[in-house]
């Protein structure tokens, strides 16, 4: 399965620090591409732009420049690879020249994974919610991955101005310890699970507080 690339206009030589990081705010990206005379020089990291004077050209900034890019992009598995390796959310994608063509999105490849087939393999679906403004679907796929989890898929259930839910289809890895660490990023858990220790305790928790009540009761 092939992506669109998006024909974003990159960052060249001349272009200021300040205006590359308004893009960035408005567009979302954690980073951004930098090209001259259409040969890809390399992706800058919106974060270290903040501490950059804003009048500085970013042809003066090459010490910053992170150099990631694919030429191929049919395999889902290996392009969301590169996605994570990177810790990115934009993809530039070069031709085989090393001319730039484009970058393909993050949420656009976790957006379509729903189409493919991966729902119908074996593992184990995570449901989960959280506020839209702290939403992020690169965090819920780096927190399924950072626990030794495969993502098979994901699925954009519902989106309201109370939460933002997914259903998220994983394979392997430690689901307790995924489940947990959704929790601490704020995600509400929507589903239940055996292996979930977190309602465990709640339960033991509730168990022992009615043994004590009617302790009290005698």
Same mark, same amino acid.
């Given at each position: 399965?092939?992506?669109?690339?998006?024909?974003?206009?990159?960052?060249?030589?001349?272009?200021?620090?300040?205006?590359?990081?308004?893009?960035?705010?408005?567009?979302?990206?954690?980073?951004?591409?930098?090209?001259?005379?259409?040969?890809?020089?390399?992706?800058?990291?919106?974060?270290?732009?903040?501490?950059?004077?804003?009048?500085?050209?970013?042809?003066?900034?090459?010490?910053?420049?992170?150099?990631?890019?694919?030429?191929?992009?049919?395999?889902?598995?290996?392009?969301?690879?590169?996605?994570?390796?990177?810790?990115?959310?934009?993809?530039?994608?070069?031709?085989?020249?090393?001319?730039? %063509?484009?970058?393909?999105? $993050?949420?656009? =490849? #976790? @957006?379509?994974?729903?189409?493919?087939?991966?729902? /119908?393999? +074996?593992?184990?679906?995570?449901?989960?919610?959280?506020?839209?403004?702290?939403?992020?679907?690169?965090?819920?796929?780096?927190?399924?991955? %950072?626990?030794?989890?495969? $993502?098979?898929? =994901? #699925? @954009?259930?519902?989106?309201?101005?109370?939460?933002? /839910?997914? +259903?998220?289809?994983?394979?392997?890895?430690?689901?307790?310890?995924?489940?947990?660490?959704?929790?601490?990023?704020?995600?509400?858990?929507?589903?239940?699970?055996?292996?979930?220790?977190?309602?465990?305790?709640?339960?033991?928790?509730?168990?022992?507080?009615?043994?004590?009540?009617?302790?009290?009761?005698?």
């Amino acid at each position: 399965m092939e992506w669109q690339i998006e024909h974003m206009i990159p960052a060249h030589g001349n272009i200021k620090a300040g205006e590359v990081l308004n893009r960035c705010l408005d567009e979302h990206l954690s980073h951004f591409p930098v090209v001259d005379t259409g040969i890809f020089r390399g992706m800058i990291r919106c974060e270290d732009l903040q501490d950059i004077n804003p009048n500085e050209p970013i042809k003066n900034l090459q010490y910053l420049f992170e150099n990631f890019f694919v030429t191929s992009y049919n395999d889902w598995t290996k392009l969301f690879s590169e996605f994570l390796t990177n810790e990115t959310n934009v993809m530039p994608v070069l031709d085989k020249n090393a001319q730039y %063509t484009g970058v393909i999105f $993050l949420e656009d =490849i #976790l @957006l379509d994974l729903s189409e493919i087939q991966a729902f /119908t393999q +074996e593992g184990i679906l995570i449901r989960v919610q959280k506020e839209p403004e702290d939403f992020s679907f690169f965090q819920a796929a780096q927190i399924v991955e %950072t626990n030794g989890g495969k $993502l098979l898929g =994901i #699925l @954009l259930i519902e989106e309201t101005h109370e939460g933002i /839910t997914i +259903e998220l289809k994983v394979k392997g890895g430690d689901i307790n310890q995924i489940l947990q660490s959704f929790r601490r990023y704020d995600y509400k858990i929507l589903s239940q699970h055996k292996e979930d220790r977190h309602l465990q305790e709640l339960k033991e928790h509730a168990d022992f507080l009615n043994k004590y009540l009617e302790l009290g009761e005698d």
